[in-house]
């Protein structure tokens, strides 16, 4: 999203309003049957942290509370947790993700700008690309695991007897794999976490639930037009909210928490989704 809002852009909202909106948070809460569930479950997923260049660990504490405050089973992270090249992760972003509570656990994803921060690619903002991120990388996922969060990679876990959650690579610089995901998940109910929905048009089997960031609902939306530019190949099918992707898989596309591109929201809240999810 860096290259994708312009100088226009930033003239014709740059304001306090806009500003402010970019660092107010709200929570959606979705409500939805789950095939294969025995008992209710409660999730919370944040996405796009993009701790580093606009957020500091003041919004992050402040993101952490709300989700304990909802007393989620299971708390999922979108990915694109960082936005800055880091020679190691900020002790500020893990003692604030340490905090985070949930019986079931905490689980992460890596999106585009996760692949930025280990030097993957280079940029203005990430410097020159680096030999060594793919080791990074390893040293990023273990520092998130000592406080509490675990990263999946095309890879799932039995999180309950009657559930399974896959999380795939970002689809820039992974790739994803779906399938690898949810192998292992027999019967039980399916989620499935990917960063980027692109990827929903080419799931090569169904899941229960698909979630997803990475647009930030188009993080700029004008009234009557919507959001003039979306990260995604496929324009605005994907832009936010509830989606469906191949085999009738239900998704939901989160406006994500962070910024990118420029430090700023109109009409496009920054959210923490709890999703209530019931048996079938």
């Known amino acids: 999203m860096r290259s994708v809002l312009g100088g226009g852009a930033v003239a014709a909202l740059a304001g306090g309003a806009a500003v402010a909106q970019g660092y107010r948070f709200g ?3 979705h409500a939805r049957t789950l095939a294969g ?29 709300g989700t304990n405050d909802l007393r989620a089973d299971l708390v999922l992270l979108g990915g694109d947790l960082i936005d800055a090249r880091m020679d190691e992760l900020s002790p500020d972003l893990l003692r604030e993700l340490r905090r985070l509570r949930a019986p079931l656990g905490v689980y992460s994803v890596w999106g585009n700008h996760d692949y ?22 390893e040293q990023f996922r273990a520092g998130l695991a000592r406080v509490g969060v ?36 027999g019967g039980r ?23 997803c960031g990475h647009t930030h609902g188009g993080q700029v939306r004008l009234p009557l037009l919507g959001a003039p530019v979306v ?33 700023l929201r109109n009409l496009c809240e920054p959210e923490i989704a709890l999703f209530l999810l019931s048996p079938a």
Request: charged share 20%; no cysteine.
């Open 27 to 29: 929570v959606t809460r």
């Open 231 to 263: 990260p995604s190949r496929y324009g605005q099918r994907y832009a936010m909210g509830w989606v469906t992707g191949a085999h009738d898989t239900p998704a939901y596309v989160s406006r994500g928490l962070g910024l990118s591109g420029v430090p």
């Open 116 to 137: 930025g921060s280990f030097g993957r690619y280079g940029s203005r903002q990430y410097g020159e690309p680096r030999a060594d991120w793919a080791a990074r990388r």
């Open 189 to 211: 109910a399916t989620l499935l976490v990917t960063h980027n929905p692109d990827v929903l048009p080419t799931l090569p089997g169904p899941a229960g639930l698909v979630l």
């Open 150 to 185: 675990t990263t999946l990679r095309n890879e799932g876990r039995a999180v309950r007897g009657d559930l399974w959650l896959g999380g795939t690579d970002d689809l820039w610089f992974g790739p994803p794999d779906p399938a690898a995901a949810l192998a292992g998940a």
């Open 37 to 65: 569930l025995r008992e209710p479950l409660r999730v919370a997923f944040l996405t796009d942290l993009h701790y580093g260049l606009y957020i500091g660990p003041g919004s992050v504490a402040a993101w952490v509370d």
